[in-house]
């Protein structure tokens, strides 16, 4: 790859932001925005995941089989979110 290693002052930056999303997501807890809510944590938790792939994983300076590899570790995640809701939502609580 071509793209120049990440600087100090970048990673600063980066975490900086990361605290700051996780205070707006800590302040949204205390705001009445209804069904607002969870949309705008999840939005911000979002984000948050997408910088530390993209640079405290490095995934940003690395070949696109590092991409497959974090891919299929969400798929396989997402597989597993889904099979315990199916189980969750599919039994009978009397």
């Given amino acids: ?8 002052k970048l990673f600063y930056l980066i975490w900086l932001a990361l605290v700051i ?6 302040g949204s ?14 939005t911000l938790a979002v984000f948050q ?14 070949a696109k089989l ?3 590899f974090a891919a299929v570790g969400f798929f396989w995640l997402a597989l597993q979110w889904i099979l315990t809701a199916s189980d ?3 039994r009978q609580w009397h």
């Avoid at 790859?1 to 100090?8: D, G, R």
Wanted: overall charge positive; glycine content about 0%; cysteine-free.
């Fill in 1 to 8: 790859m071509n793209a120049k290693p990440p600087t100090q």
């Fill in 21 to 26: 999303m996780h205070f707006l997501i800590l």
């Fill in 29 to 42: 807890a205390y705001l009445n925005l209804k069904f607002a809510n969870t949309p705008i944590v999840l």
């Fill in 49 to 62: 995941m997408i910088l530390i792939l993209l640079y405290f994983m490095e995934l940003r300076y690395r």
């Fill in 66 to 68: 590092f991409w497959l």
């Fill in 88 to 90: 969750y939502l599919s």
